[in-house]
């Protein structure tokens, strides 16, 4: 039995979420209610996504749609061919696509939507919020069900106000941790792209993500995974460390996950 027959054996559970892949080579991230599941992303090539799919004991056959962020790679690698192979509408904002160019080849279907404007994939209520990030037009999300919040929010290069607005509140958070900002300065990398990645259109560094979550934690967050880690400018440790140093030593009510490039995490399940 896979993943998903046994939610539907356990009946209306909330929402499930998997990180099938995360970091500068390529990042997916599915998210069910159990009868719709959606791809955020999906920037590996389409065999990798599915052979990540069914690890996880999850059905590619049974997806509902595609959703994109940006047009950036290692977003979008594998959106085409999946949206062919299985039929799916890849809901993408028409500035991404104009930027994308041919890089996803034909789409089986195309469902515009304009950040700021809330829509729904079947009972899935999505929202997509501005992120600051050096692509055309790039967005996070929230998918809500049923006072469920999910949250994702990853390249940006700084938590806007209107991000720590959207991401309040979340059952579920997704949130970048890409790099510790000595391994950066003092890393491999040429200089431009050391300022680009530090810039308010880069990636939001560990100390960042440390203290917007410290500024919004709640109650009611069951779930924080720390995503898009570099894998030359940080390590999970450091991420993990420097997060939980931030927060201090109170006690709190949700589970830390990292997030890893070469395989796909744990199917986190809210009840």
Known sequence: MDAEDALDEAGPCGLSVCILASGSKGNAIYVSDGATSLLVDAGLSGIDIQRRMEWAGLCPERLSAIVVSHEHSDHIRGVGVLSRRYKLPVYISPDTLKAAGNQMGRLHD???????????????????????HDAQDPAGFTISRNGQKVGIATDLGVATGMVRQHLQDCTLLVLEANHDPDMLVNGPYPWPLKQRIKSRNGHLSNEDSGHLLAEIQHDGLCHVILAHLSETNNTPEKALDTVERALGGAARSFQIHVACQERCGSLLILK
Not at 110 to 132: M, Q, V, Y
């Open 110 to 132: 195309i469902r515009p939507f304009h950040i700021g404007r809330s829509f729904a994939i079947n009972d899935l209520a999505l929202h997509p919020f501005a992120t600051s």
